[in-house]
């Protein structure tokens, strides 16, 4: 997998485990999702490209689950209204 436009102020390490953050409405706090193999930074950009091999073989998968956050509106409006303060 690809992480696309991680910002360089990020220390990022081959062998590093990623992690979701859960600074979104869409993925939970703290699913692993796999290690870094390798990294480039953009040329004329302040990111990386960040090469993930994932913990999981997708391949493999024989079910998944379609899970809806029915209270992100919610969410984005409290961080909204954090964010103001």
Not at 14 to 36: A, E, M, N, Q, R
Not at 56 to 75: C, F, G, I, P
Request: hydrophobic fraction near 35%; aromatic fraction near 8%; charged fraction near 20%.
């Amino acid at each position: 997998m690809t992480l696309e436009a991680v910002p360089k102020h990020q220390t990022v390490s081959i062998g590093d485990t990623i992690i979701t953050s859960g600074y979104s409405t869409i993925f939970p706090k703290g699913i692993l999702v796999g290690k870094i193999e390798s990294y480039t930074i953009v040329p004329g950009s302040n990111s990386y490209d960040i090469t993930v091999k994932l913990f999981n073989d997708l391949s493999t998968l024989k079910y998944a689950y379609v899970v809806q956050n029915r209270l992100s509106a919610e969410q984005l409006s409290l961080e909204s209204e954090v964010n103001q303060e």
